[in-house]
C-alpha cells in the first residue's frame, strides 16, 4: 500500500529555515516524480516543487533560491529545505506522488503544518 | 506562468442535483488537465486525470470533459460526501499551477 507521510513542520521565526520530510511507503520515491504542494490558511493549493526521477528540480518563483527538494533512496524519503522563511510561507505542506502513467498527483501525504511568525 | 480560472468560486446545491464546474486555462494544456476533491482538514483527492479520465476507485456520478483551454467537471447524482472543494490543475508545464478552487455546499 502506498503511504506518504510528512513531518518537520512546526513554528519558525521569520528569516529560520526548516526541512520537511515526506517517508514513503510501498513504493520508492526514486521511481516517481515527487512533488511539494503547500496550502495557506483559509486558501487554496499551490505547487512548489518537483523532483524527476533523473534528479531535475523544478520551483515555483515564490520559493525560487530559498527551497531545496532532494530525496534519499536509502531512507525512501523526500526533503524539502526551507530556508530564509517568510510569513507568506506559512501553509499546510503536502508531498505528493506523480503516477507517472499520466501527469497527475495519485497519492497525497496528509500534510504538515508550518506557521513562520515572530 | 499558465492561469486557471474556475467558476464559481462557491455554490449551493442538494443531495440528487447535478452541477457543473468549470476551469479556463490561460493558454492551451491540451488534455493536461486534472481534478481533485479536498474535504476541510483532509489532503486533496485525484478525481479525474488528462481531463476525463476516472482515477480508480471513482464513482461514475464524476465526469470531465474538455481540450485546450476549456475543461468541466460534472457531478450528476449529487451524493452527501460530495460536498467539498474542488481544484482543477494543468500538468503541461511547470510551473503545475492550479484553480482557485470551487466550494461545494449543501443547500
Known amino acids: 500500500e502506498v503511504q506518504l507521510v510528512e513531518s518537520g513542520g512546526t513554528l519558525v521565526q521569520p528569516g529560520g529555515s526548516l526541512r520537511l520530510a515526506c517517508a514513503a511507503s510501498?513504493?520508492?520515491?526514486?521511481?516517481?516524480?515527487m512533488n511539494w504542494v503547500r496550502q495557506a490558511p483559509g486558501k487554496g493549493l499551490e505547487w512548489v516543487s518537483v523532483i524527476y526521477t533523473g534528479g531535475s528540480t523544478y520551483y515555483a518563483d515564490s520559493v525560487k533560491g530559498r527551497f531545496t527538494i532532494s530525496r534519499d533512496t536509502s531512507k525512501n524519503t523526500l526533503y524539502l529545505q526551507m530556508n530564509s522563511l517568510r510569513g507568506e510561507d506559512t501553509a499546510v505542506y503536502y508531498c505528493?506522488?506523480?503516477?507517472?502513467?499520466?501527469?497527475?498527483?495519485?497519492?497525497w501525504g496528509q500534510g504538515t503544518l508550518l506557521t513562520v511568525s515572530s | 506562468d499558465i492561469q486557471m480560472t474556475q467558476s464559481p468560486s462557491s455554490l449551493s446545491a442538494s443531495v440528487g442535483d447535478s452541477l457543473t464546474i468549470t476551469c479556463r486555462a490561460s493558454q492551451s494544456i491540451s488534455n493536461y488537465l486534472n481534478w481533485y476533491q479536498q474535504k476541510p482538514g483532509k489532503a486533496p483527492k485525484l478525481l479525474i486525470f488528462?481531463?476525463?479520465n476516472l482515477q480508480g476507485g471513482v464513482p461514475s456520478r464524476f465526469s470531465g470533459r474538455g481540450y485546450g483551454t476549456d475543461f468541466t467537471l460534472t457531478i450528476t447524482n449529487l451524493q452527501p460526501e460530495d460536498f467539498a472543494a474542488y481544484y482543477c490543475?494543468?500538468?503541461?508545464?511547470?510551473?503545475?499551477?492550479f484553480g482557485q478552487g470551487t466550494k461545494l455546499e449543501i443547500k
Open positions: 490543475q494543468q500538468n503541461h508545464l511547470i510551473p503545475f499551477t
Open positions: 488528462g481531463a476525463s
Open positions: 510501498g513504493f520508492t520515491v526514486s521511481s516517481k516524480n
Open positions: 505528493a506522488r506523480d503516477s507517472g502513467d499520466w501527469p497527475s498527483f495519485d497519492y
